[in-house]
């Protein structure tokens, strides 16, 4: 340091830039003692961009500028190199943490060496200073010479040989969250390539939170989406998130289908063989029943033809399923046959497709399988290759007499002989009266509220004691309960149900009384919807034209208050000011009193202002965990069509008040998202446009964090 003050001229800099230029301005001396020179703004090269520099090397730099006055604790990194530009970077390891810095891991101001115009802000190792004399060998085809650099006084560099010393700041303010919130947070918020596929699972988009309804076919946009997002992931991430969306999880997932398609795509596109393997291994497990595995072949072989190839599946797709029957028990291939002739048929089909081969199998695999694949009427009398299967002939034989018979009771002995289910009871025989009172039971809440209007119809007529029967089990509010089926699908349900006037009675009883008993969220809801007279007598547009706007508003949010009353709060826009007001809905109402109470308000117009509903939410003392908008259209709360003034203010209550709220906007006459949202971050807002039975799901999906 002493040789580089007694130069007689002085050091010119020398910085390797990205071109191969070396800059060579002089340097204006110091006019005064202590006085450092100042590097002209336009002499200053900025390194940011030089790929070529190595983490162990000391960029070249301009004379010291002034020292600049950094707050750590702002988390705000340094991108361009410029004067006054802050780093969120912690000191390197091995170091003390200064005493001059005594506060960077609690919020406070702290001063900070001073940063080169020109470093990279990558490099933690360049906040500190170095004094070393000389510079470390340039990088091969540079031009630039080892030169010393320029004089610093000694108290204002950190070596790595030395503690840092203790230096006082007065008057420093303090700045709300600490260093590490702030870093945790930006980590958070960013969404990944796996992230993006788990968001396909449920609402069949990859870059925005937007759900537009569930389609039967997939464009080849869709399919080059999934194959870049596939490309970037690894073959067991996926595995794990797969398997995380399809197995124990049906009151989250609405549909396998999302899901098996990216499972389709990732196998035919991956050109890695140890990750295709890999995946294709894990089909057996993903793949839980035979419905599954046909969808996941219908999707393929439609990427097959998207990729112009003449084969309906590739070679991997083949041996998935090859080993997807190989490893099904006995039993499981025993059920699938039992199920019927037409799936029997499918079966057979299938396998056929697949080029199977019954080698390096056992006797039993290939009797079973061989049994899949043969019409009832060759099983009437026992044949040879089911020699196999003796332990279960008893049962086959059972369930073929049962395909062949035309009497109802001669039907009813063998079910009750073999205790057959509903599926394993042939079509012509699931609406019988006689059989009835003995499938019933076997029933789940769902599979009766499933069959429920093709049963009602034929019970009524035939059989009252079954139709009470089967009445009283549609109507047991434990079995409601347990079954988790929220009012809005019961709604659902009764728009398909137009035609029939007596069924629709039925349903819109049930529907009723479905308020309250469904599983609660334990969630504090700030449920805020838009009840202009104007749009409480229109009606849906898209898939539902036969739903009132009114209707569909009160099955989602009278729904979600009675199922958690306590705490939860239900407000509507009373006029032009963007004001809300209490919409005084109690958890003792029933559904005729909650839309009558819509209905007497009679709003006229309304302005629908979403920062008001944040601003009351502030004031209030509940810290509520959701909050659901309903409204016609979210471009009316919105007028710039974007969503970085809904995300600043849910930021800002998550980060004072409750710091896992979200917001689910509904635009009940929207087909199509309202505003544009970030793409790369997490902005913790769903919108949901229109209704359909899947929305609950996706709701409870979305409150599970089971996607962002």
């Known amino acids: 340091m002493e040789e580089a003050k007694e130069e007689e001229k002085p050091i010119q800099p020398v910085v390797d830039s990205p071109n191969g230029l070396v800059d060579t301005t002089s340097v204006v001396e110091p006019t005064a003692e202590g006085e450092t020179a100042a590097a002209p703004l336009n002499n200053l090269l900025d390194i940011t961009f030089n790929k070529e520099s190595k983490d162990n090397e000391i960029p070249c730099v301009s004379p010291p500028v002034a020292l600049t006055y950094l707050c750590r604790a702002c988390g705000a990194a340094a991108t361009n190199g410029l004067l006054g530009t802050a780093s969120n970077h912690l000191p390197k390891a091995g170091i003390p943490v200064s005493s001059a ?73 303090e700045v709300p969250f600490a260093l590490e919130e702030v870093k945790e947070q930006s980590e958070v918020l960013t969404i990944t390539s796996l992230e993006s596929l788990t968001r396909f699972f449920y609402i069949r988009e990859t870059k925005q939170a937007v759900y537009t309804g569930s389609g039967t076919s997939f464009s080849e946009t869709t399919y080059n989406d999934l194959r870049d997002l596939c490309d970037q992931v690894q073959a067991q991430q996926l595995a794990d998130c797969l398997e995380k969306a399809l197995i124990n999880n049906d009151e989250c997932l609405p549909r396998p289908d999302e899901a098996l398609l990216v499972l389709a795509v990732f196998l035919s596109t991956c050109t890695n063989a140890t990750e295709r393997i890999l995946m294709r291994n894990c089909v057996p497990r993903l793949v839980r029943t035979d419905t599954e595995l046909f969808i996941f072949m219908e999707l ?136 009835a009172v003995h499938l019933i039971p076997t029933l789940s809440y769902e599979h009766i ?73 334990g969630k504090r809801l700030n449920i805020s919807v838009c009840i202009d007279k104007i749009y409480i007598r229109k009606y849906l547009k898209g898939r539902n034209p036969s739903s009132n706007y009114l209707d569909a508003l009160v099955a989602i949010a009278f729904g979600y208050f009675k199922t958690d009353p306590d705490g939860s709060k239900v407000s509507y826009w009373c006029d032009r000011t963007g004001q809300l007001k209490d919409l005084k809905w109690t958890k003792n109402m029933t559904l005729i009193e909650a839309t009558g109470r819509c209905q007497t308000l009679e709003v006229q117009k309304s302005k629908m202002d979403f920062s008001q509903i944040f601003l009351n939410a502030s004031e209030d003392p ?87």
């Open 101 to 173: 810095e005594p506060n960077a891991f609690t919020g406070k101001m702290s001063l900070v060496e001073p940063t080169v115009v020109g470093e990279s802000s990558e490099k933690p190792s360049n906040i500190l200073m170095e004094t070393d004399i000389t510079m470390e060998e340039p990088k091969s085809g540079s031009i630039a010479p080892q030169m010393a650099l320029a004089s610093e006084p000694m108290d204002l560099l950190d070596t790595d040989e030395q503690p840092i010393e203790k230096k006082t700041v007065e008057n420093i303010p």
């Open 300 to 435: 393929a072989e439609k990427l097959q033809k998207i990729q112009m190839y003449k084969t309906p599946f590739s070679r991997t797709v083949r041996k998935a399923v090859i080993a997807w029957y190989k490893e099904r028990s006995l039993d499981e291939l025993l059920r699938m046959w039992a199920k019927g002739e037409q799936i029997c048929s499918l079966h057979n089909n299938l396998l056929r497709r697949v080029h199977y081969k019954p080698e390096r199998m056992t006797i039993e695999y290939k009797a079973t399988l061989q049994l899949l694949s043969t019409p009832t009427k060759n099983l009437v009398t026992w044949p040879g290759f089911l020699n196999p299967l003796i332990g279960s002939k008893k049962i086959i034989e059972g369930i073929v007499k049962l395909r062949s018979t035309t009497n109802a009771r001669v039907a009813v002995t063998i079910v009750n002989e073999l205790s057959l289910t509903y599926d394993q009871v042939p079509e012509r025989f699931r609406i019988d009266p006689t059989l």
């Open 622 to 708: 509940e810290d509520y965990d959701i909050f659901l908008i309903v409204v016609p259209k979210a471009t009316r709360g919105n007028p710039n069509n974007k969503s970085a003034k809904i995300a600043s203010l849910l930021a800002g209550y998550r980060l004072t008040r409750q710091p896992k709220s979200k917001i689910i906007i509904i635009s009940l006459l929207a087909s199509k998202k309202s505003m544009s949202y970030s793409v790369d971050t997490c902005e913790h807002i769903l919108e949901l446009c229109g209704i359909s039975e899947q929305m609950p799901q996706i709701i409870n999906a979305f409150l599970a964090e089971k996607f962002r």
């Open 449 to 521: 509220f499933k069959i429920s209007p093709r049963v009602l119809r034929c019970y009524r007529r035939a059989a009252r004691n079954a139709y009470d029967n089967y009445e009283h089990q549609l109507f047991d509010k434990t079995k409601m309960e347990a079954a988790n089926i929220a009012p809005l699908y019961i709604y659902m349900k009764i728009l398909r149900l137009e035609s029939n006037s007596r069924l629709r009675n039925v349903f819109c009883d049930l529907y009723e009384a479905s308020f309250g008993h469904n599983k609660a969220l």
